[in-house]
């Protein structure tokens, strides 16, 4: 069991990024998810969009992002680095350029999101990238069979937000229940971990990893208090 901190790649410039992921790690954090800001951020929220404007505004040149990540792998071989990238990044990249990019730097876990169809979703999964896929808490069946065929790890939301099936009321029922359904793939489980006892509760719950974001994102500012909050998220792993 792991926390995954949220890592705004560029925010405020890449170079505090890059020391941020040092902080991180040294507070105990094994996995860290690291993204490419989206000129198109439409499924974040204003704080999230915010920051990926910001970082674009400073430098926009996508292949600096690109050694950015790779001097975060270099500086932290034991942390495993999960890549998020919207569909329109990818294409401004190009999406051979971006596979290329990832198989050369072993960076095979991506949450790709924003996706018109599955076509360049495929083309990763062709290629040898493990891209993850989105169950809501509700248990939507078009979900499960999608998070079936992926072969990347199931990114399984923590908390209702709506709507409750009744057949899986708690997370460790919809953990179970993609279990069944032949499920082998690790489960992260995230949206409203905000607290350490939310950790804990995922990892009763069965699942691999607990999502932390906003929680760390906003004491950037104060690393002490940051790296003490991170500690004890770990501590519950």
Same mark, same amino acid.
């Given at each position: *069991?792991?926390?995954?901190?949220? &890592?705004?790649?560029?925010? /405020?410039?890449?170079? @505090? ?25 439409? +499924?974040?929220?204003e ?15 996508y ?12 500086? &932290? ?20 350029? =971006?596979?290329? =990019?990832c &198989?050369?730097?072993n +960076?095979?876990?991506?949450? &790709? ?10 083309? =990763? *999964? ?11 808490? @509700? ?6 069979? *999608? ?5 990347? #790890?199931?990114? *399984? ?13 708690? +997370?460790?029922?919809?953990?179970? @229940? ?7 793939? /690790? ?6 971990? @905000? ?15 607990? #999502? ?14 940051l ?5 004890? #998220?770990?501590a519950?792993?």
């Open positions: *069991m792991e926390i995954i901190c949220y &890592l705004s790649n560029g925010y /405020p410039t890449l170079e @505090h990024s890059y020391e941020m992921a040092i902080e991180y790690a040294d507070a105990g954090c094994g996995m860290i998810e690291i993204d490419f800001p989206s000129r198109d951020p439409y +499924l974040e929220g704080y999230i969009a915010g920051r990926m404007a910001k970082a674009l505004e400073v430098c926009d040149d292949d600096k992002y690109m050694d950015s990540i790779i001097a975060v792998q270099k500086r &932290l071989p034991g942390v495993q680095l999960l890549v998020l990238a919207y569909e329109n990044t990818v294409e401004e990249i190009g999406a051979d350029k =971006f596979i290329r =990019f &198989l050369d730097n +960076l095979k876990d991506i949450l &790709l999101v924003g996706l018109k169809d599955n076509a360049i979703k495929d083309k =990763f *999964m062709e290629a040898g990238l493990r891209v993850s896929c989105y169950v809501q808490y @509700h248990m939507v069946p078009e979900e499960i069979e *999608m998070a079936k065929k992926s072969n990347g #790890f199931v990114y *399984m939301q923590a908390k209702p937000t709506g709507n409750i099936n009744p057949q899986y009321p708690l +997370l460790s029922d919809c953990i179970a @229940h993609l279990r069944a359904c032949g499920i082998e793939s /690790p489960i992260y489980c995230g949206v409203g971990v @905000h607290a350490p006892e939310d950790v804990k509760m995922v990892k009763e719950a069965g699942g691999d990893a607990a #999502f932390v974001g906003s929680t760390i994102l906003k004491l950037h500012e104060d690393i002490p208090a790296k003490e909050m991170i500690g004890k #998220f770990a519950q792993c």
